[in-house]
């Protein structure tokens, strides 16, 4: 059983309140925020992991990202994945999910014959939760995302997939894609054991060169969607202040409600 | 895709590179009018559809040409569902009715909708971000390789007719404006709240079947769905809704706030972590980006100290009341009103003050 699970860096989301744009250049800034592997990210390789050690085989990381976000893969080969592929080439840069998804798909195709493609079902920063149906798309795999439970079954899978209102659970013979969220299960932590075999395994970096993506589709210029301006969302009310006692604060509370029309 | 075969073929008979971009642009110029994806769950069209359908006539009127709103039913024994969209605003109503299609697969659906707007051509499509829309959507645009912008905020268009999608980063923290250039269709995602559905009028309209072949995966089989046993309240039915951050410290003073929204006739809403703690058993109940976005005559914020992707979701609720001991909590900032106290004390003569105004 190969599993593959595609892991992304991320600003760490607790300091997403201290992120600043740049009203002239119309940049952001996150200096000062720890990079850290997407919370779900977390889920999709601790499933990866179960599962390999009740079936056997290896559990593949792939990671698009400049080579400087060494230290976020070495946690997740940490965690207990087997090896790691950076893919890393300034011609992947400004890729949106559909390239983005392109490129992963044809990481994992070069790496080798993978069962299962694991993925978070959002990333933190952009949190599409686009990347895992098109990796699908692209690998030509059904895929399957929203997983809250997923058993693997050697040639298959069963994986219920959160609707709204209810789930569906499907049974899908391998290989496949799912993305999974936190429902799925708990990810262990990292020890330092971990972290200390995991300067032994294998890591591989893949550029362009390395790889057959559909052409059309890589980096900003193969991107179908383009960024445009940014900005800081409009939400500075009044802020008036209440005080006086607990039930005086209570009374205007309620008169308040009453006037917008609660009753 | 299809774009792309286009300039290929130019190519391919040796035009030049002038030639090659004009007719690029008939081809993109040949995408009309705007596709809502209208779901049906539980039988019945989803609220976010009908409020698409409201947003597309938005656009069409910006658009200011002979464009029109086509809405896509998909599934089995959906077509019936056309008068519920007319009546919301759609011009058009296209049914993909196939026993295939009766429950949800994201190879067949994704399928059916691709072939859907290769028949159609629209410029636009919408669909909402529920958790079927929200694999959809990707699986479409994948298909025929075209672009999406997720989880949009506003949907634009500019002076020059250049279609926009504003979409939140960083749970909200940050807005980026997304453009489609030489793509089509431009496809957006929006979550259930964001839009508003027109007034309900009874109207007629032509309703075209659709068909095509479907060959879906053989290796993927349903086993089995499951409904949730309570249906509950959505959030976005409620007048007021009284929301508890992980602040609230317990279960037991959850309750309070239960108790508060009941006498004020509203919903509770919570927090990521108030879920995770499980002090609150209903998903639908968590509001920000990666929950619902909501626009309620009231909200009483508690305890909830304001992360930007809670705040994101809270935005165009009439009156925003909070209360926090933290002072500098980022909440106030978007509040009308703000009181600066212990939650308990202020909940409790809440509770008390209304149960006196009965």
Known sequence: MNIAVCVKPVPDSKYYDQIKIDPVTKTWDRSGIPTVISDLDKHALEAAISIKEKHGGKVAV????????????????????????????????????????????????????????????????????????????????????NVIKLECNGNSINVTAKQDGGSIEYEIGLPAVVGVTR?????????????????????????ANDITPDPNFIGLKGSPTQPGGIASPEMGRKSEKIEGTPEEIAKRIVDELYKAGIK | MEIQ?????????????VRDIRDFMMEINSYKNILVFAEVNDDKVCDNSLELIGEANRLKAMRNNDSLVIAALIGNDVKKHAPTLFGYGADKVVAFDNPKLEIYRSDLYGEALAAI???????????????????????????????????????????NGQFTQVVPAFGGKVLGDIYIPNHRPQIASIKAGITKKLEYKEKNGVVEDFSCELNGCDRMKVVKVEKDTETKKSLNDADCIVVGGFGIGSKEEWTKLEELARLLGGANGCTRPVLDAGWIDNEKAMIGTSGVAVRP??????AVSGAAHHTCGIKDSGLIISINKDEHAPIFACSDYKVVADYKKIVDALIEELKNRK
């Open chain 1, 62 to 145: 792939f990671t698009m990202a400049p080579p400087t976000m060494k230290d976020t893969i070495m946690q997740a080969l940490g965690m207990g994945a087997d090896e790691a592929y950076l893919i890393s080439d300034r011609a992947f840069a400004g890729s949106d999910t559909l390239a983005t998804s392109n490129i992963l798909a044809a990481a994992i195709r070069k790496a080798g014959d993978f069962d299962l493609v694991i993925t978070g079902n959002e990333s933190d920063d952009g949190s599409t939760a686009q990347v895992s149906p098109q990796l699908g798309e692209w690998l030509e795999m059904p895929h399957v995302m």
């Open chain 1, 183 to 207: 429902k799925v299960n708990k990810p262990r932590l990292v020890s330092i054991m971990g972290i200390m075999k995991a300067k032994q395994k294998p890591f591989n970096v893949f550029t």
């Open chain 2, 5 to 17: 075969e286009k300039k290929n073929i130019y190519v391919g008979v040796q035009t030049t590179q």
């Open chain 2, 117 to 159: 707007v290769r028949n159609y051509h629209p410029e636009i499509v919408l669909v909402g971000a529920t958790a079927l829309g929200s694999e959809l959507a990707p699986t479409t645009a994948a298909k025929l390789r075209t672009g999406l912008a997720a989880h949009c905020t506003a949907l634009k268009i500019l002076e």
């Open chain 2, 297 to 302: 005559k009231a909200y009483l914020g508690i």
